[in-house]
């Protein structure tokens, strides 16, 4: 089982658009979580942390469901500059310095 | 800042033949990590470092050798490169930190093995 699943997508949105991203993870002992953006062959780079209590970024906003063991990213007003992919992060465990990727989420926004 | 830089950016190598990718980070970063990224797979851990003089084994270290001599540098050498090596390397680097660690990326090297 992989430690982080995503659905690979792709998501294709029209411009103002909401759309929402889900991921699941394996390790109930993981406590460090992020979403990731990589855009076309460049590299990872971090969009935004996920606590515990949900979390928002102007108009990116993540929750994390800890029971559930569930992660989601939702985008409010979609840009042409949103498309990218989208990669779920979560740690290796308590204290654990390593990260597991999930495949990631390719969104395409469309004018 | 330059942040995490990599080279080469481009590489082709045969089978059997060896090389060593460099990473360079200018932040001061005690962690640094080796990853690569395949399609379907995400990026998966090769080897990491906690500190100058240590590594550890990621996820995926066979076939792989870090050295980490200057806390600025981490390198990754193939001693016998095959063809499931084929792939893109991204190193990382991140604050050592008890809580929520960002890793920043460096832009990747792409390798190709014939």
């Known amino acids: 089982r992989k430690e982080v699943e995503q659905d690979p997508g792709p998501f294709n949105v029209p411009e103002g658009a909401t759309v929402a991203f889900n991921c699941t993870y394996s390790?109930?002992?993981?406590?460090?979580f992020f979403w990731y953006r990589q855009d076309c062959r460049k590299e990872p780079k971090l969009l935004m942390s996920?606590?515990?209590s949900g979390n928002e970024d102007g108009r990116f906003t993540a929750q994390l469901n800890r029971a559930s063991q569930y992660i989601s990213l939702l985008i409010r007003d979609s840009k042409l500059s949103d498309s990218a992919t989208y990669l779920c992060?979560?740690?290796?465990?308590?204290?654990?310095?390593?990260?597991?990727f999930g495949t990631g989420t390719r969104l395409t926004v469309i004018p | 800042n330059a942040g995490v830089t990599q080279t080469p950016k481009f590489r082709v190598l045969k089978t059997g033949q060896s090389m060593t990718l460099l990473c360079a980070q200018d932040m001061n970063h005690e962690y640094m990590y080796w990853y690569r990224q395949d399609p379907g797979m995400g990026l998966r851990l090769i080897h990491y470092?906690?500190?100058?003089?240590?590594?550890a084994k990621g996820e995926v270290p066979d076939g792989y050798n870090v050295s980490r001599l200057k806390k600025q540098n981490f390198l990754l050498g193939l001693e016998s490169a095959a063809p499931s090596q084929t792939s893109v390397y991204f190193c990382?680097?991140?604050?050592?930190?008890?809580?929520?660690?960002?890793?920043?990326f460096g832009p990747g090297t792409r390798l190709t093995v014939l």
């Open positions: 390790n109930s002992a993981s406590q460090s």
């Open positions: 990382a680097s991140s604050y050592r930190t008890s809580g929520l660690l960002e890793q920043f």
């Open positions: 996920v606590y515990s």
């Open positions: 470092s906690v500190g100058e003089g240590t590594t």
């Open positions: 992060v979560v740690n290796g465990g308590t204290g654990a310095n390593n990260l597991f």
